[in-house]
């Protein structure tokens, strides 16, 4: 066991971030450097985050990492590239500050622990929550005062996006040494309350081809790919730049569908072709426009990552109302979840509820059977809403039962927290793992 009286304990939570203006292609894979800038909406962390606690201590005798209750490679690449990037800023700065020789801490070893509260690998962005967590986890334990964006794109590209909240604008930069690529807020978590944003789970499974090995093949082959990046982009990112600051929902979410399709279009015009879209993630895109089609302007809009789930963004007024036309397009199906067939049927859980179901979700176990009653919608409750006739009659869809797993609704939010509390520490005195409750 570390001596309590050499260990350094930091427990840290990070965001998931939705890209808005896509990020794909790296015109540099070690320093992951974007052939564009991208543009994302930071997600709240009281229903989606990345939790981690690093531990540094004298008694350590080498580097160890566990995800999701996992002993993972701490030799793994890109952890490598952080940790040694973590310690190269950590040396700076005592050497910058500090007549004295650097502190011997510069020399422990490091224990990391992080969980996330949501499917990992399913293109719900866990790789930029978890390597946005670990820059900012390390950055406390070794005391740095510094722009991570370095420290964090260094494990996942888009992760400098987590590192702060609101609306985040990762920029490209020019310098081949990539100290000009970094994320910078465009606008607050508090600059646009009304936005809501819904998470359409249509599979948590992996993904099969990941988005690193995906983004490597476009930039090969797909000649859309630089075309988008070096004729489209720029423009777009200054009109959505615009729209956010202007609250523009129907420029916001008009812009935030179309670069989400051309995208998917760059992804299929990469040799071999990519698809990360599914049946279900088309038929989410048919209900989006008939809905819209029906209001007669653009009330709800879709965003799909490197996966088939989709991201539905919407404003309060809407939102409820969006859920139903879900629930009546993808009825619940098993373990009793007929009963909330009827578009009326939002009932939000208590939030032990919701991370009971994570958990169950993560490590692969049905939650349905093990919860009072089945969860079609966690996250953020929504007073019900009844479709209308006309509105049923105008989405025109025969149902897919079961095509959406379940929905997370949430909103805009900060960025990284640390947490006061002691048993919110995910590692013990001993540098473990603490055990599972």
């Known amino acids: 066991m570390a001596s309590e009286e050499s260990l350094v304990v930091v427990t840290c939570t990070a965001p998931v971030n939705i890209a808005v203006i896509k990020y794909w292609g790296k015109r540099d894979e070690e320093l992951i450097l974007p052939i564009n800038s991208s ?25 160890q990492i566990w995800l999701n209750g996992q002993k993972e490679d701490v030799g793994q690449p890109r952890i490598q590239a952080c940790l040694r990037e973590i310690r190269r800023l950590a040396r700076k700065r005592r050497s910058t500050n500090d007549k004295d020789p650097p502190p011997l801490s510069l020399s422990y070893k490091v224990h990391v622990a992080s969980v996330n509260n949501f499917p990992t690998a399913a293109g719900l962005a866990s790789s930029a929550a978890g390597y946005a967590c670990l820059a900012y986890a390390l ?12 420290v964090a794109r260094r494990g996942s590209g888009s992760a400098c996006r987590s590192l702060y909240g609101g609306f985040v604008e990762w920029q490209m930069g020019e310098q081949a040494d990539g100290k000009d690529s970094i994320a910078r ?30 983004m490597q093949t476009s930039v090969e082959t797909s000649p ?38 051309q995208f998917h279009a760059t992804c299929l015009d990469t040799f071999p072709p990519i698809s990360y879209l599914n049946d279900v993630s088309r038929r989410v895109i048919h209900l989006v426009h008939r809905f819209n089609t029906h209001h007669g302007q653009t009330k709800v809009a879709y965003t799909f990552d490197a996966g088939p789930n989709a991201v539905i963004f919407t404003l309060d007024d809407t ?4 859920v139903a036309a879900v629930r009546h397009s993808f009825p619940p199906e098993s373990n009793g979840d007929k009963i909330f067939h009827h578009s009326m049927a939002v009932t939000p859980l208590p939030v032990s509820w919701v991370r009971v179901s994570y958990i169950l979700s993560i490590s692969g ?11 079609f919608l966690k996250g953020l409750p929504m007073k019900p809403a009844l479709l209308s006739d006309e509105l049923k009659a105008a989405l025109d869809m025969n149902p897919t039962p079961g095509g959406i797993k379940y929905i997370i609704s949430t909103q805009v939010g900060p960025g990284p927290q640390i947490l006061d509390d002691p048993h919110a520490h995910l590692l013990g005195p001993d540098g473990l793992p603490k055990p599972a409750a």
Do not use: C
Request: aromatic share 8%; glycine share 4%; charged share 25%.
């Open 39 to 63: 543009l994302s909406v930071t997600l709240h962390q009281d229903q989606l985050k990345t939790t981690t606690t690093a531990v540094i201590s004298k008694d350590f005798t080498e580097d």
């Open 139 to 150: 950055a406390q334990v070794y005391g740095i005062e510094h722009d991570l964006s370095e």
């Open 185 to 214: 807020q465009v606008a607050s978590e508090l600059h646009w309350p009304e936005l809501r944003v819904l998470i359409l789970v249509v599979n948590a499974e992996k993904k099969p081809t990941s988005s690193t090995v995906g």
């Open 224 to 261: 859309l790919l630089r075309f988008r990046a070096e004729a489209v982009v720029p423009a777009r990112m200054a009109e959505m730049t615009r729209y956010i600051k202007e609250r523009d929902f129907q420029g916001f979410g008009q812009l935030t569908m179309k670069d989400s399709n």
């Open 319 to 322: 939102v409820a109302e969006f």
């Open 365 to 375: 176990l049905t939650a349905h059977s093990r919860l009072p009653f089945p969860r």
